[in-house]
C-alpha cells in the first residue's frame, strides 16, 4: 500500500527552466492537493483538485500550473523556475464527502531554484 | 479567509513529561481541527483530529482539546518518549469549504532522554 508516492524526490534547477512534479495515489482518493513548505511558514496551498479534469487555485498559485488527467495522478508545472520556488512540496488527498476529510500526504520533493 | 496561529514555535521537554501545543484559528464556520507529525525528511502524518462536536478526543498518549467559543484547540501528549521529537502541525478546515485547510506555522517538539 504505497499511499502518495511524489517523484522526483530532489531537483535542483536554474532559473528559467521548466520541470515537471508528480504526484500519484493509490487509495481511489477525488480530492488531491499541491503545497509548498517554507521555513516558519506552515504548509500553504498551492493549486487542488476535486476530481479528474478539474483544477482550482489554490492561496499561492502564481508561477504553477496543474493538471489531473487521471484520477490517480496530479501534475505541478514550473514552467520558468524562479529563485522564490526554491521549496518543500507536498501533494496530499483525500476523500471527496459532504463532510471534512483529513488529508494524507506524499514525503515531499525538494526543489532548489539556483 | 481562515488565519491559524500556533505555539509554541519550538518546544523542549524532558523525556516522561508532558507537553502542550496550542491553536487558535479566526474562522467560526470552521469545524474540523486535524494534528499533522513531521518527521525528518517525511511528509506530514495525521495523529489525531477532532470535529466540532467533540470537546475533547483522545488516542492512547495523545489528546485534543477544543473550545469553540475562545477558538483554540490544543495537542496533548503525555508521558513523551524520544521518538516524540519531531514538528507537529495544527490545521483548521470550515464546514462551507470542506476541501481547504489551513495550516498553522508549526511546533517543534524535542523531547530530551
Known amino acids: 500500500n504505497a499511499g502518495v508516492t511524489q517523484t522526483p524526490k530532489f531537483r535542483v534547477l536554474k532559473t528559467g527552466q521548466s520541470m515537471t512534479l508528480l504526484c500519484a495515489q493509490d487509495?481511489?482518493?477525488?480530492?488531491m492537493y499541491w503545497y509548498r513548505q517554507d521555513p516558519g511558514m506552515g504548509l500553504r496551498l498551492i493549486h487542488y483538485?476535486?476530481?479528474?479534469?478539474?483544477?482550482a487555485k489554490g492561496e499561492v498559485p502564481d508561477g504553477y500550473n496543474v493538471s489531473r488527467l487521471k484520477k490517480q495522478n496530479f501534475l505541478l508545472g514550473l514552467e520558468s523556475a524562479a529563485p522564490s520556488q526554491t521549496s518543500v512540496y507536498f501533494c496530499?488527498?483525500?476523500?471527496?464527502?459532504?463532510?471534512?476529510?483529513?488529508?494524507?500526504f506524499g514525503d515531499g520533493t525538494r526543489l532548489s531554484i539556483l | 479567509g481562515e488565519n491559524v496561529e500556533q505555539h509554541p514555535s519550538t518546544l523542549s521537554v524532558q523525556e516522561g513529561d508532558s507537553a502542550v501545543i496550542k491553536c487558535t484559528y479566526s474562522?467560526?464556520?470552521?469545524?474540523?481541527f486535524p494534528w499533522y507529525k513531521q518527521e525528518l525528511g517525511k511528509g506530514p502524518q495525521l495523529i489525531i483530529d477532532?470535529?466540532?462536536?467533540?470537546g475533547e478526543k483522545k488516542d492512547q498518549r495523545i489528546a485534543v482539546t477544543l473550545n469553540k467559543t475562545a477558538k483554540h484547540f490544543s495537542l496533548h501528549i503525555t508521558e513523551t518518549q524520544p521518538e516524540d521529537s519531531a514538528v507537529y502541525f495544527c490545521?483548521?478546515?470550515?464546514?462551507?469549504?470542506?476541501?481547504?485547510?489551513?495550516f498553522g506555522s508549526g511546533t517543534k517538539l524535542n523531547v530530551k532522554p
Open positions: 496530499a488527498s483525500s476523500y471527496g464527502q459532504a463532510t471534512n476529510q483529513p488529508q494524507h
Open positions: 487509495m481511489n482518493h477525488e480530492y
Open positions: 483538485s476535486v476530481g479528474e479534469g478539474t483544477t
Open positions: 474562522d467560526s464556520a470552521s469545524n474540523y
Open positions: 477532532i470535529r466540532s462536536n467533540v
Open positions: 490545521a483548521a478546515s470550515p464546514r462551507d469549504n470542506f476541501n481547504k485547510f489551513y
